[in-house]
């Protein structure tokens, strides 16, 4: 039902498998032995510290600055249902993803699964241009211009499947597969300059959406977890495939 066409600027990510240089874990950053009595809550520190540095961007690591986080161009293509939009994104920046708390982590070493859960301290903000055609709940909805998408109490659950390879002796988790899963008290939208800037109808129909933004968003939600997987995919693709996995979870 949901089809979604998705470009980002930062897509070759599947060509460093073969070109990357392994890359060393900078000073300061926590290890979990996988022995350890205590993996699980030494592993939630480490992200937590690793999370500030993180989203400073990492260039040695190929991981582009996170927040703001910038997609060059998103496209939600939705044929059916109430809500059949075409909705285009460009120089969309989200902000707020330095305000993440991890709450749980859960690394599988025999699954090669990695299970984590985050909040987001502040709002999420999603802010750039947008262009819509459509239809929203039987009305007909089009424009282009200025927007501003913010979360509120931004939950995300990030499955990933990974399967390991080894290269030169040494094991790397290559991300095979994400899920991304999220929920949210409120969304606020303001799509600015709608119906070619008319002044009454832009304005009424920012309230109809905000007032309808819970339907919205259901309608939504697969697209929308589609796009932020595959962000989160190819950051952690970039981390992944420059450090092997004992680098970062020693055996002993
Ligand atoms: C979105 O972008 C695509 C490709 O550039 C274009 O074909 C489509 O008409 C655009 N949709 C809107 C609503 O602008
Ligand atoms: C987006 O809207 C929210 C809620 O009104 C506001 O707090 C935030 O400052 C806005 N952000 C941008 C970049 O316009």
């Not at 030169?168 to 899963?181: A, Q, R, S, T, V």
Request: one cysteine or more; a neutral charge.
């Amino acid at each position: 039902m949901n089809s979604i066409l998705f470009f980002v600027f930062i897509c070759e990510f599947l060509i460093f498998i073969q070109t990357a240089q392994i890359v060393k874990l900078p000073k300061g950053f926590l290890k979990c032995k996988q022995n350890e009595p205590n993996f699980n809550d030494c592993v939630l520190e480490a992200s937590n510290l690793a999370v500030p540095e993180l989203v400073k961007g990492q260039p040695k690591f190929g991981i582009p600055i996170i927040d703001p986080l910038r997609i060059i161009n998103l496209q939600i293509n939705q044929g059916h249902g109430p809500v059949s939009i075409k909705l285009n994104f460009t120089d969309l920046d989200i902000i707020g993803i330095s305000s993440s708390t991890v709450s749980d982590v859960k690394i599988d070493f025999n699954t090669y699964q990695i299970k984590v859960k985050l909040y987001q301290n502040a709002p999420l903000t999603l802010s750039g241009q947008y262009a819509i055609d459509g239809k929203v709940l039987v009305l007909p909805i089009n424009g282009k211009g200025p927007c501003n998408l913010t979360l509120y109490d931004f939950k995300e659950e990030v499955d990933g499947h990974f399967e390991p390879i080894e290269k030169n002796g040494e094991i790397f988790w290559i991300l095979k597969k994400m899920k991304f899963d999220f929920t949210t008290s409120k969304l606020y939208i303001n799509l600015e300059n709608l119906f070619n800037g008319d002044k009454n109808l832009g304005p009424q129909m920012n309230i109809f959406l905000n007032e309808n933004w819970h339907e919205i968003l259901e309608e939504l939600r697969p697209a929308i977890s589609d796009a932020l997987a595959t962000i989160f995919t190819q950051i952690a693709q970039r981390f992944f495939e420059r450090v092997p996995i004992t680098h970062v979870f020693p055996k002993k």
